[in-house]
Nanobody, 125 residues
Framework: QVQLVETGGGSVQAEDSLRLSCVAS?????????LAWFRQAPGKEREGVAA???????NYATSVKGRFTISKDSAKNTLYLQMNSLKPEDTAMYYC??????????????????WGQGTQVTVSS
């Protein structure tokens, strides 16, 4: 089992920044666990935002490339998502996800087995 707890969401204006954090724990969490951020807006499907693997390679959705940065502090078992130049279309519930090493860098939700409770990000124009 892997437990994931996200924090850092909030309500901001367009062009503002936010940093989301996700603390991972549990017996199933390993140094090579695949980690990613997803988001889901009302009435829309969950979409992959950014993924990170044990070799610190990253993968981003086209819509956030150049604005969002995913990173990890291994000593703290914490995954981050730095979000800059936020747009109203970034408004969504953001989820942290974990999966087996083979899922690394995937932005498809079906490859991740564990999910956090989500943190809301609202961007107004």
């Amino acid at each position: 089992q892997v437990q994931l707890v996200e924090t850092g969401g909030g309500s901001v204006q367009a062009e503002d920044s936010l940093r989301l954090s996700c603390v991972a724990s549990g017996a199933g969490y390993r140094y090579d666990t695949a980690l990613a951020w997803f988001r889901q807006a009302p009435g829309k499907e969950r979409e992959g935002v950014a993924a990170f693997d044990r070799d610190e390679r990253v993968n981003y959705a086209t819509s956030v490339k150049g604005r969002f940065t995913i990173s990890k502090d291994s000593a703290k078992n914490t995954l981050y998502l730095q979000m800059n130049s936020l747009k109203p279309e970034d408004t969504a519930m953001y989820y942290c996800a974990a999966g087996p090493w083979g899922s690394s860098l995937s932005l498809y939700a079906k490859y991740y087995y564990y999910w956090g409770q989500g943190t809301q990000v609202t961007v107004s124009s």
